[in-house]
């Protein structure tokens, strides 16, 4: 034992009976006490703020899937009803974006567009086609594609309207 605490012990020699059974009570007394204030008590602190979290979430997540369907009418009536008047622009700007550009672009009337592709990918005319009908309200109202030689290539003729409501 280090020297500095044998001077406790005989110090703790010297009491009486009864008062070193009041030491050591209030020394396991402090202990427990310590115990609980430096771990049980944030352990349980921790696990019921955990608990009122996932509850929280719980109730976002109820709502949000409650809310999906009308959240999402919302979006496609928004974006079908923010678009660009002018259709032979959007239409532009959206092949532009998408990094085709058409053989020909030829406006037909106010509300119609027509573009012809000699060699364009196929799956970059797909998505052309639904990122303006989901973003600009554009559908096809006509579409006729031919296979090429070289794979994965078409040949293209679309007519783009805009939907209306």
Known sequence: MPPSLQVYW???KQLKASEQRMLLFLGVFLGVLAVYALLWSPITSFQEDQFLE???QLELLTMMQQTENQARNSVVTANA???DPNLLAVV???TTAQGISPN???PEGDSSVSLWFDQVVFSELMRLVHDVKQTQGIDVAQMVVD???VPGKVRARLVLTRLTN
């Open 54 to 56: 996932r509850e929280r």
């Open 147 to 149: 296979r090429t030689e």
């Open 10 to 12: 005989q110090r703790f």
């Open 104 to 106: 020909r672009l030829q």
């Open 81 to 83: 009803g923010s678009f």
């Open 92 to 94: 532009t700007r959206a």
